[in-house]
T-cell receptor
Framework: DTAVSQTPKYLVTQMGNDKSIKCEQN?????MYWYKQDSKKFLKIMFS???????INETVPNRFSPKSPDKAHLNLHINSLELGDSAVYFC????????????FGSGTRLTVV | AQSVTQLGSHVSVSEGALVLLRCNYS??????LFWYVQYPNQGLQLLLK??????LVKGINGFEAEFKKSETSFHLTKPSAHMSDAAEYFC?????????????FGQGTRLTINP
């Protein structure tokens, strides 16, 4: 009965590979997000989807492509992985207004070697 | 544009002492403010939120925060620190701009509790 679940929890891969991270929420929220947490713990939004529609794209390289097959799922595909992509990626969801708060997944630690 | 500044990247207190984590925000629209906690190797857990109701907000684990519009602050406090409070704390602001919501975080404050 996890509210926001991400898979995998850990991902180690070589430079140049393509990888995907999956996210699912069972809260009935309309909006889903991807955040990146860097090595200094700073959290920055990457994308936001509202009911399958992309509404925020924060100048993320086009190697990153989010996909939302339905409002309960938001996946992140990354092409041609680089060393600098190493980070923890968090999925989150919220109601349309966001005022009640955002619920976060447990994160995916991506390490590019 | 919205932004959050957390004063002090690292705060250290003794067990039983007062915890005070400072947060100042900037927002061009009425803000909703949040405090999140992150324990090592875990996700973000919501501690408390301000959504324009009462200015003194109580959260989980004995934490509370006061919204002060005149000071653009939303400081987090706990009267008596416990060892289990050691974690990273994030202040965040959100508001609807041009039809889109996003949560903007401060840089985080690491709280250490000394026995």
């Amino acid at each position: 009965d996890t509210a926001v679940s991400q898979t995998p929890k850990y991902l180690v891969t070589q430079m140049g590979n393509d990888k995907s991270i999956k996210c699912e929420q069972n809260l009935g929220h309309d909006t889903m997000y991807w955040y990146k947490q860097d090595s200094k713990k700073f959290l920055k939004i990457m994308f936001s989807y509202n009911n399958k529609e992309l509404i925020i794209n924060e100048t993320v390289p086009n190697r990153f492509s989010p996909k939302s097959p339905d409002k309960a799922h938001l996946n992140l595909h990354i092409n041609s992985l680089e060393l600098g992509d190493s980070a923890v990626y968090f999925c989150a969801s919220s109601p349309r207004t966001g005022r009640t708060g955002y619920t976060f997944g447990s994160g995916t630690r991506l390490t590019v070697v | 544009a919205q932004s959050v500044t957390q004063l002090g990247s690292h705060v250290s207190v003794s067990e039983g002492a007062l915890v005070l984590l400072r947060c100042n925000y900037s927002s061009s629209v009425p803000p909703y403010l949040f405090w999140y906690v992150q324990y090592p190797n875990q996700g973000l857990q919501l501690l408390l939120k301000y959504t324009s109701a009462a200015t003194l907000v109580k959260g989980i684990n004995g934490f509370e925060a006061e919204f002060k519009k005149s000071e653009t602050s939303f400081h987090l406090t706990k009267p008596s620190a416990h060892m289990s409070d050691a974690a990273e704390y994030f202040c965040a602001v959100t508001g609807e701009i041009q039809g889109a919501q996003k949560l903007v975080f401060g840089q985080g404050t690491r709280l250490t509790i000394n026995p």
